[in-house]
């Protein structure tokens, strides 16, 4: 450990269980020297989980669902006077389709669960900036990191209207990024992970197929859920100050490949049985 984060304040938003990058984004944070409050959604409160990883990393719980501003503001406002003064770092860990999870295909979709998901994955990320942002809640060279995924640029179809959302948070990062940077020196990025198996990533259709084949094709292999918390550690650290408006992707190097050699051999051997039978 590095104490690379102490004496900072944070928020962390998205913990459900300890397969969650939140989980592992707050245990590392704690390690590495940071205070911070957790929060959820009050129905993911409910599975009781937050609780140990509170008591884990001496940390408060306060639930906020993240469409609410009321909700918002309430998690701001408490979470100064709890932590005794300015935030340094925000982790949006948020992500809920609702036509991925009601089986909806992307061409049928039902647009009541379009604005349910986009409200919760995308403009809730508007949302927890506007808050800390006219609060002024944030402390100068503070840093907002939130997780994406790369259906925003290229076309994975079962990732249905996530990909839709994930553009939008994206763009959101850039937009209020500027502002943030601006007022107070605070820097906004997305990371773009690999696919992960959690309670998120396992509601996507043929997620073992997906995660199979992207760590096929990743020269580094997929990035673990740990890993994508190392990779948030230094970004909420001192050491990436001027690191801002960015979408990184932490994907052992999948963004950047055309094909690999284990996935042509794969495709290769297919393609020879195909042939044979015809
Ligand atoms: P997860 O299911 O553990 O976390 C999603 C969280 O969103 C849960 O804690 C859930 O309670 C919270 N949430 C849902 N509705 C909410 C609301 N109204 N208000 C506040 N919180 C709410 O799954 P995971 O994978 O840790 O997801 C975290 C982030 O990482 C999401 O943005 C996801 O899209 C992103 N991501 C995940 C990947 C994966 O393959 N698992 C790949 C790339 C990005």
């Not at 906020?64 to 006077?81: F, G, I, P």
């Not at 909806?104 to 998901?117: E, I, L, Q, R, W």
């Not at 100068?140 to 076309?155: E, F, K, P, T």
């Not at 199979?212 to 650290?237: H, Q, R, V, W």
Request: glycine share 8%; hydrophobic share 40%; with cysteine.
């Amino acid at each position: 450990m590095y104490n690379l984060l102490k004496g900072k304040r944070g928020i962390i938003f998205g913990a459900l269980d300890s397969n969650s990058i939140a989980w592992k984004v707050a245990e590392r944070a704690h390690e590495e020297g940071a205070t911070f409050v957790l929060t959820n959604a009050p129905i993911a409160m409910r599975m009781g989980a937050i609780n140990k990883l509170a008591e884990q990393t001496n940390s408060t719980v306060i639930p906020a669902d993240a469409t609410s501003m009321e909700d918002l503001q309430n998690l701001v406002d408490k979470s100064v006077e709890i932590l005794g003064g300015k935030i340094d770092f925000v982790l949006h860990s948020i992500g809920m389709s609702m036509n991925v999870r009601k089986g909806k295909h992307y061409t049928d979709s039902n647009y009541d669960f379009t604005h349910k998901g986009f409200d919760i994955s995308a403009l809730s990320f508007h949302r927890v900036m506007n808050v800390l942002y006219n609060s002024n809640a944030m402390n100068d060279w503070g840093s907002i990191v939130a997780l994406s995924y790369m259906a925003a640029q290229r076309v994975f179809p079962d990732y249905n209207d996530m990909a839709d959302n994930k553009a939008y948070l994206e763009s959101v990062a850039r937009s209020f990024g500027y502002f943030f940077g601006q007022q107070n020196k605070v820097r906004v990025n997305t990371i773009s992970q690999s696919p992960t198996p959690t309670t998120a990533g396992n509601g996507v259709k043929g997620f073992d197929g997906f995660i199979a084949y992207a760590e096929k094709m990743s020269p580094l292999g997929n990035a673990t859920a740990l890993e994508c918390a190392d990779y948030t550690i230094s970004l909420f650290s001192d050491l990436t100050k001027k690191v801002t408006l960015q979408n990184l992707f932490h994907d052992g190097g999948f963004s950047n490949m055309g094909v690999s050699n284990p996935i042509m051999e794969n495709f290769m051997s297919n393609f020879e049985n195909e042939r044979k039978e015809e």
